[in-house]
């Protein structure tokens, strides 16, 4: 009769031992220190990214960490139940093995039962490895969960500082467009409004406030830089108004010296108190920024004068209704003039009636000097 032996059943109890005490807790062994180093940095990336999380969008980035980070945890909890469970049927299975080790010792019969007992330790050693094997799986799955929600977290932390760089911008930006409003405003309180609408344009003090009004309400809707160009527009508005409200009335003062002179001149000259009035002119809002009219009656009857002075102080003079027999009085009259105000106004004769017919020689003559006189006094004064 034949059958297994001692040697036998003692190869299968060598390889129960082997199997269950090996390959598969060693890589049991090295997923556990992945792990435990995957949770180390997650825990880290975590409470940095709790700290940050007060914006909708950031939480929603932290709460999948969080799922992730549970899944990982629960993985991990079930791989040490099952790997503890599995070190329990290890140890049980050494002390079978070594009982039945020790019952064979000194046996040489054929050993039937033995083996089959042996056999049995093999097959639980395999499914130890298995068990074993599974443990490790879900501590890897575990890692990779406990990864994921590492990156989870840390995208939380960029965005969050992302967002408050971006409010930090954004606050910067505000405030830097408030002040370029305030500063327009300021300088716009400086100027009289009465003054630039008078003596400038109303339109265009119209369209200014129509364009600060526009970057005011740029600012409201946040649109900065818009508010910022616009407010910059509307300074450049207001400073040209300015400007030209300052020049108007500059030249309406020296218009108005030179309108006094000729008046001061036609009075030393004996002609009547004359009508003064004035034009407007095209395209010019206030009648006063128009031409002047001066019209004076001879009170020798020696010819009537009229002169239009525009803002610029150019006088056209025209004469008008002169006697038979008085064109040399009033061409006299005329020249006079033109000597009294010679320092203030350069008098361009547009029409001498019939004054024209005396001398003709001798008036162009006086008024080609004049016109020479009037050149030179222009380029001293440049």
């Given at each position: 009769m034949s059958g297994p032996k001692k040697g036998d059943v003692q190869l299968k109890l060598n390889r129960a031992l082997d199997i269950s005490s090996k390959s598969a807790k060693s890589k049991w062994d090295n997923a556990h220190r992945l792990n435990t180093t995957d949770g180390d940095a997650t825990d880290v990336a975590r409470s940095n990214a709790s700290r940050k999380n007060n914006d909708a969008e950031v939480r929603n980035v932290f709460n999948e960490g969080e799922r992730l980070y549970r899944e990982a945890e629960r993985l991990k909890n079930e791989a040490e139940n099952v790997y503890r469970e599995v070190s329990l049927r290890t140890e049980t299975l050494k002390q079978n093995v070594a009982a039945l080790a020790s019952k064979i010792a000194n046996n040489e019969h054929y050993l039937h039962a033995e083996d089959s007992q042996a056999a049995g330790h093999v097959r639980e050693a395999e499914s130890i490895e298995r068990e074993t094997q599974r443990a490790t799986n879900l501590l890897r799955q575990s890692s990779e969960q406990l990864r994921q929600?590492?990156?989870?977290?840390?995208?939380?932390?960029?965005?969050?500082?992302?967002?408050?760089?971006?409010?930090?911008?954004?606050?910067?930006?505000?405030?830097?467009?408030?002040?370029?409003?305030?500063?327009?405003?300021?300088?716009?309180?400086?100027?009289?409004?009465?003054?630039?609408?008078?003596?400038?344009?109303?339109?265009?003090?119209?369209?200014?406030?129509?364009?600060?009004?526009?970057?005011?309400?740029?600012?409201?809707?946040e649109q900065f830089d818009a508010s910022q160009a616009l407010s910059v527009k509307a300074s450049e508005q207001f400073r040209r108004l300015y400007e030209q409200a300052m020049d108007n009335k500059k030249r309406f003062d020296g218009r108005e010296m030179i309108a006094d002179a000729i008046i001061a001149a036609l009075d030393d000259l004996q002609y009547d108190a004359p009508d003064t009035n004035y034009e407007p002119a095209d395209g010019v809002e206030n009648t006063m920024l128009g031409n002047i009219t001066i019209f004076a009656k001879s009170k020798g009857n020696i010819g009537d004068i009229?002169?239009?002075?525009?803002?610029?102080?150019?006088?056209?003079?025209?004469?008008?209704?002169?006697?038979?027999?008085?064109?040399?009085?009033?061409?006299?009259?005329?020249?006079?003039?033109q000597s009294k105000v010679t320092?203030?106004?350069?008098?361009?004769?547009?029409?001498?009636?019939?004054?024209?017919?005396?001398?003709?020689?001798?008036?162009?003559?006086?008024t080609k000097q004049k016109v020479q006189v009037q050149e030179q006094i222009k380029q001293r004064g440049t």
């Amino acid at each position: 009769m034949s059958g297994p032996k001692k040697g036998d059943v003692q190869l299968k109890l060598n390889r129960a031992l082997d199997i269950s005490s090996k390959s598969a807790k060693s890589k049991w062994d090295n997923a556990h220190r992945l792990n435990t180093t995957d949770g180390d940095a997650t825990d880290v990336a975590r409470s940095n990214a709790s700290r940050k999380n007060n914006d909708a969008e950031v939480r929603n980035v932290f709460n999948e960490g969080e799922r992730l980070y549970r899944e990982a945890e629960r993985l991990k909890n079930e791989a040490e139940n099952v790997y503890r469970e599995v070190s329990l049927r290890t140890e049980t299975l050494k002390q079978n093995v070594a009982a039945l080790a020790s019952k064979i010792a000194n046996n040489e019969h054929y050993l039937h039962a033995e083996d089959s007992q042996a056999a049995g330790h093999v097959r639980e050693a395999e499914s130890i490895e298995r068990e074993t094997q599974r443990a490790t799986n879900l501590l890897r799955q575990s890692s990779e969960q406990l990864r994921q929600a590492k990156t989870a977290f840390e995208q939380s932390v960029i965005i969050a500082d992302e967002k408050e760089e971006a409010r930090r911008q954004f606050e910067v930006k505000r405030t830097a467009t408030v002040n370029a409003l305030q500063s327009v405003r300021d300088e716009v309180a400086s100027f009289d409004a009465t003054f630039l609408g008078e003596w400038g344009s109303n339109a265009g003090l119209a369209e200014a406030n129509r364009t600060l009004h526009s970057a005011t309400s740029e600012l409201q809707a946040e649109q900065f830089d818009a508010s910022q160009a616009l407010s910059v527009k509307a300074s450049e508005q207001f400073r040209r108004l300015y400007e030209q409200a300052m020049d108007n009335k500059k030249r309406f003062d020296g218009r108005e010296m030179i309108a006094d002179a000729i008046i001061a001149a036609l009075d030393d000259l004996q002609y009547d108190a004359p009508d003064t009035n004035y034009e407007p002119a095209d395209g010019v809002e206030n009648t006063m920024l128009g031409n002047i009219t001066i019209f004076a009656k001879s009170k020798g009857n020696i010819g009537d004068i009229r002169l239009a002075i525009d803002l610029g102080g150019k006088v056209d003079l025209e004469v008008a209704d002169i006697p038979d027999g008085k064109e040399a009085e009033c061409h006299r009259a005329i020249t006079s003039l033109q000597s009294k105000v010679t320092d203030i106004a350069d008098l361009q004769i547009t029409d001498w009636g019939r004054a024209a017919n005396y001398r003709p020689e001798e008036r162009r003559g006086i008024t080609k000097q004049k016109v020479q006189v009037q050149e030179q006094i222009k380029q001293r004064g440049t």
